[in-house]
Antibody
Framework: QVQLVQSGAEVKKPGASVKVSCKASGYTFTSYGISWVRQAPGQGLEWMGWISAYNGNTNYAQKYQGRVTMTTDTPTSTAYMELRSLRSDDTAVYYC??????????????????WGQGTLVTVSS | DIQMTQSPSSLSAYVGDRVTITCRASLYISGYLNWYQQRPGKAPKVLIYAASSLQSGVPSRFSGSGSGTDFTLTISSLQPEDFATYYCQQTYSSPLTFGGGTKVEIK
């Protein structure tokens, strides 16, 4: 079955960096993009950006430009998200999600399915 | 950025009730609207994509409608496993944005 398995919880100090991994299985890795979404405690969902597993092209949300790097490693079917200069308000669960695209007469529609189980990143001094 | 506004932010309902959640986009998004369900402590799961298309494996009691700026998610007969938080998401333009969520609780 299609599955995304993320790395374990992290505790970081302010100013540090974190790199979360997302290992895909059950499908051809290079045929789909991966998005990263975060959720602060008790809050809603926030899209951080997307990477093509086919060619490595990225699209980052402006809010994270300069602070985030998304990469992929095709031989291991793994996507990575690195966030630098961590602050306390970066404390959140970080999810990876596979992007699917459906081509219809009215357009190309995409969504996220499945999602990884989430990685809690805690930023605290 | 396109802002997505969901209402209500929470609701209480009985098993068997018909439930409707609305989502409004701050700009025109055609039919580029998805709905997700998130149970406590779990990752979100897509229910509806392209405003009204049911994702494979999702029960038919879930349905979506709307186009342009106004959208609706309907659960025709609420089941115990449907108590969760629901999010809409627009994929019309980057950055992709989510609504604030609607928490559906047991009455």
């Amino acid at each position: 079955q299609v599955q995304l398995v993320q790395s374990g919880a992290e505790v970081k100090k302010p100013g540090a960096s974190v790199k979360v991994s997302c290992k895909a299985s059950g499908y051809t890795f290079t045929s789909y993009g991966i998005s990263w979404v975060r959720q602060a405690p008790g809050q809603g969902l926030e899209w951080m950006g997307w990477i093509s597993a086919y060619n490595g092209n990225t699209n980052y949300a402006q809010k994270y430009q300069g602070r985030v790097t998304m990469t992929t490693d095709t031989p291991t079917s793994t996507a990575y998200m690195e966030l630098r200069s961590l602050r306390s308000d970066d404390t959140a669960v970080y999810y990876c999600a596979r992007e699917f695209v459906v081509v219809a007469a009215t357009g190309h529609f995409n969504g996220f399915d499945p999602w990884g189980q989430g990685t809690l990143v805690t930023v605290s001094s | 950025d396109i802002q997505m506004t969901q209402s209500p932010s929470s609701l209480s309902a009985y098993v068997g009730d018909r439930v409707t959640i609305t989502c409004r986009a701050s700009l025109y998004i055609s039919g580029y609207l998805n709905w997700y369900q998130q149970r406590p402590g779990k990752a979100p799961k897509v229910l509806i994509y392209a405003a009204s298309s049911l994702q494979s494996g999702v029960p038919s009691r879930f349905s979506g409608s709307g186009s342009g700026t106004d959208f609706t998610l309907t659960i025709s007969s609420l089941q115990p496993e449907d108590f969760a938080t629901y999010y809409c998401q627009q994929t019309y333009s980057s950055p992709l944005t989510f609504g604030g969520g609607t928490k559906v609780e047991i009455k």
